[in-house]
């Protein structure tokens, strides 16, 4: 069964730093997310994705965040500069066109702001 | 979209029923009920979703009463693999991107 994949696993950065979050989703997905969870907090919206172009987007994704599909397979979230809260797990998810209410999430990426 | 209310916990006996109900008193008629359910760590996967009528699934039903203003998850035999949080997420139908507010759900735990 098709999934959708993220890397790495977990990430570890320094306060500050530049992070590039990495998700290959399902191939013929047309919708693309990403969504993050504070541990022990709830899953919060990001950033919705479709056809090259930011569709919408929640409070928390300012200037600081970015998406990017760069060549068709891989859809990347990067932090420019991050802080102490960015300290999540981010999931990744994408759906197609005719399903587009059943999001496929990835596995994650924790990512520990130190 | 719509709020919802879900209870905190449950807990289900393996093997038997789980009925997980959800409150959305305010949905408005052309929303949708969407459950989704994380297990452990996980990314949130999707269940079920239906507007009016009685759903079913290889995963589970949906019973949604005639006024709309509740429903009922139901996984028929519930399994030690089943322990996860639910959520129940009401919102509009969309032809484009969905964004889903996910509340605190209800944690199920089945129990051997």
């Known amino acids: 069964e098709p999934e959708v994949t993220q890397t790495p696993s977990h990430q570890v950065t320094q306060m500050g730093q530049e992070v590039i979050l990495r998700c290959v989703p399902i191939?013929?997905?047309?919708?693309f997310y990403w969504y993050r969870q504070i541990l022990g907090q709830k899953v919060e919206f990001l950033v919705s994705?479709?056809?090259?172009?930011?569709?919408?987007k929640s409070e928390i994704f300012d200037d600081q965040f970015s998406v990017e599909r760069p060549d068709g397979s891989n859809f990347t979230l990067k932090i420019r500069s991050t802080k102490l809260e960015d300290s999540a797990m981010y999931f990744c998810?994408?759906?197609?066109?005719?399903?587009?209410?059943?999001?496929?999430f990835g596995p994650g990426t924790r990512l520990t702001v130190t | 979209d719509a709020k919802t209310t879900q209870p905190t916990s449950m807990d289900c006996a393996e093997g038997r029923a789980a009925n997980l109900p959800c409150n959305h008193s305010?949905?408005?008629?052309?929303?949708?009920v969407y459950w989704y359910r994380q297990i452990h760590s996980q990314g949130p996967q999707y269940i079920i979703h239906?507007?009016?009528n009685n759903e079913t699934n290889e995963m589970a039903s949906l019973i949604i009463t005639e006024d709309r203003k509740s429903s009922t998850l139901i996984l028929p035999h519930a399994t030690l693999r089943d322990t996860a949080v639910y959520y129940c997420?009401?919102?509009?139908?969309?032809?484009?991107?969905?964004?889903?507010?996910f509340g605190t759900g209800t944690r199920l735990k089945v129990l051997a």
């Open positions: 998810a994408s759906s197609d066109g005719d399903r587009a209410y059943e999001q496929y």
């Open positions: 191939s013929n997905h047309l919708y």
């Open positions: 994705f479709y056809n090259n172009e930011i569709s919408e």
């Open positions: 305010t949905i408005s008629g052309n929303e949708y």
């Open positions: 239906g507007l009016k």
């Open positions: 997420i009401v919102r509009a139908v969309s032809s484009g991107t969905y964004k889903y507010i």
